[in-house]
């Protein structure tokens, strides 16, 4: 049975990355067929975080469940354009079972909205982060953003420039590390197509980058592409990194051999985890920074 797995997850990464950002739902076929990490389990879904029909969250927690855990939230990509939540419950499980209680939101999409609506549903959610996982056995002051794709767009966002928190009521500081696979973060100017159509419309277009934010006070950052990615250049992890250890901010940066831009989530997968090192690599990076005291981690910011 394991091998049968095996070969139609292997059948639809070749679908997904033939496919492009925009293929992420997919993912349900994926997610339903494939093996799951034991060691997580759901405790929560569809908990709603804003009025949104789509401002929901899933939660995932440890099945050795410790009291205050660290708190990861996890935004999944598509392009700004789809996805859902019960597509990554493979993430989400992975997450937990690291030992992360792992929060995974629904957010608005294109065409409903445009940018920075996402970011605020993602703000939104970390507010209802902060004032909820304690009951689920997770650590308000210890949360760390991860995601894939547009989801690490998303995290890097909300970790970087202040003001999506600050504007949900959250104090940036509770934010102790972000984690982006195959980010977009320097891409002016917009291509046409998808970048054009999410954040065309938006004044200042410097201000819809990550690296435009990166400073002194940004949270340490786990920043992994994969060599082969054709779908978001390697360079947008480069430059974020080179960008954030230039103000001396603690940075690792990965650019797996091989691997194209599927590939670093899938890697996440119990089926595909030797493709590389992401998950061990990016968990044990945010547990590091999750797990400081906290006047140390307030320090940097």
């Not at 091998?3 to 076929?29: E, N, Q, Y």
């Not at 786990?222 to 990615?229: K, P």
Request: charged share 20%.
């Amino acid at each position: 049975m394991t091998r049968i797995l095996t070969v139609v997850a292997g059948l639809f990464a070749l679908a997904l990355g033939a496919l492009g950002l925009s293929a992420c739902s997919p993912l349900a076929l994926f997610d339903a067929l494939g093996p799951r990490d034991g060691g997580g389990r759901l405790a929560l879904k569809d908990a709603v975080y804003g009025s949104d029909p789509r401002a929901k969250l899933d939660v995932f927690v440890p099945v050795a469940a410790a009291n205050r855990a660290p708190v990861l939230v996890f935004f999944y990509g598509g392009s700004w354009k789809s996805g859902a939540k019960e597509d990554y419950a493979f993430v989400g499980q992975a997450l937990a079972a690291q030992g992360f209680v792992t929060v995974m939101p629904d957010y608005r999409l294109y065409p409903a909205v445009r940018f920075p609506a996402f970011l605020d549903d993602g703000a939104a959610a970390v507010a209802w982060v902060r004032d909820n996982i304690a009951a689920l056995g997770g650590d308000p002051n210890r949360i760390v953003l991860a995601g894939h794709s547009a989801g690490a767009y998303n995290a890097a966002m909300l970790g970087l420039d202040s003001r999506y928190l600050r504007r949900a009521g959250v104090d940036p500081k509770a934010i102790r590390a972000v984690a982006g696979l195959s980010g977009p973060y320097d891409f002016l100017p917009l291509d046409e197509g998808t970048a054009r159509e999410i954040f065309g419309e938006a004044p200042d277009k410097a201000a819809t980058q990550p690296i435009t934010f990166a400073g002194p006070h940004s949270p340490p950052a786990f920043l992994a592409t994969g060599e082969a990615d054709t779908i978001v250049r390697p360079r947008n992890t480069q430059n974020l990194a080179a960008r954030l250890r230039a103000v001396r901010v603690p940075v690792q940066e990965r650019v797996y051999p091989g691997l194209d831009h599927a590939d670093t989530l899938l890697a996440l997968s119990v089926a595909f985890r030797s493709k590389a090192p992401a998950l061990s690599e990016m968990t044990a990076f945010l547990r590091q920074y999750a797990e400081e005291r906290p006047s140390v981690s307030a320090a940097r910011r």
